[in-house]
């Protein structure tokens, strides 16, 4: 029997009978009227009994009528609860597609730069250090004269290098390579007032790599932008230097600056000679090498990768204040050992340990992976250090 009303609610489904025959269907199944007899359940059985006759075709209509009635309600209600999920669910859909082709663009499109900037050949230039365009591309040169101070600079490269070395002169002088989309030519290097700019529209270019000899000390601001390139400046005195760094090397050497700000991910970080009074410094998914800094007060982050650094000494300033981090990366630090340093040291990290083999320490605190001390004679040195270090997944090591 179960069989039975099975085939019928599938021929419902099949659209191969309608909702009525269906329920003539089931009616008969459930009185137990045999299946080569179902079609002839409902018509007027034979005979002179006209009462039976009438009981036999007016009996079954009722409950067939309340029964495809109820079925049609069911079949409606269940419509209109569907109705508004499916719409939803539509929905979702239709933007979890959309955003995910967007991710997958945005993906391709790093990809293929990625691919050409590792592929295509360096365009050669006449300095020793070359910047990097995508294929043949084309060139412009530019000389300025630079007159007085306070002046600002403003360069941004676009899947290319940077390079600005200072020099003892009065004249900018610049090379750009590039490569356009659509044979764009729309790209200066503009003055206006004392702001000095490369001046285009990155939606017409593909590739800007940018080469600067600069004077050393006519520029107290300098901001440069890289994306997907190599940023190196020397040898250059500012009041403020800015820089960002998107999936690109950068380096800093010789640099005198009294604010540095240094964003970048995805690649090493190097400072070398690098003076000032502050610094705050984050890189992400790379490794940060430090030699020689003289800063008196520096913020260091790193995420995913180490921290190195190599210090020879603590000249220009009375106290310094470092502060490192580097989340799951190891923090290494070798630092000047003399008489006139004193040192005050506050060192963590969470699963691991911290070695320090700097002598002449008194210990406040010291847990194997948390370390507090301090120089015996600190508050009568003429230099004090003050080092707060912090990391998770790796050790500590300050000598």
Known sequence: MDSDKMMILKMLEEKKISADEAARLLDSLNKGTPRSRVYNSTRPASGNDNSNSSTSTSSPSQPIEEFTSDIAKKFD??????????????????QKTAGAADRLSKTLQTYQATERYKAEPVKPTAHKVEPKAFGAGKEKSYEMVVSGGGNQL??????????????????????????SRNNSEDIEFIKLSNKYLLNYNEDDFESVSIDMFLPEKLFSNIILDTNTGKAVVSTVECEYLVMTNLNGATQLSDVTAHNIKIDCNNNELKLENVKGATAKIENYNGAVILTNLDLQKIKIDSFNCSITANIENFNKYSEYVWEVEASNGKINLNLPSSKDIGYYLNARTSLNNVKIGIVGLSYLANSGNFIEARSIDYEKVPKRVLLRMETSNAPIVIN
């Open 154 to 179: 403003n360069l941004t490269s676009l899947n290319g290098d940077i390079y600005i070395r200072g020099y003892n002169g009065d004249k900018i002088t610049l090379k750009v390579f590039y490569k």
């Open 77 to 94: 209600d269940l419509a209109k609860e569907l109705e508004p999920k499916i719409q939803n669910l539509t929905k979702v859909i239709v």
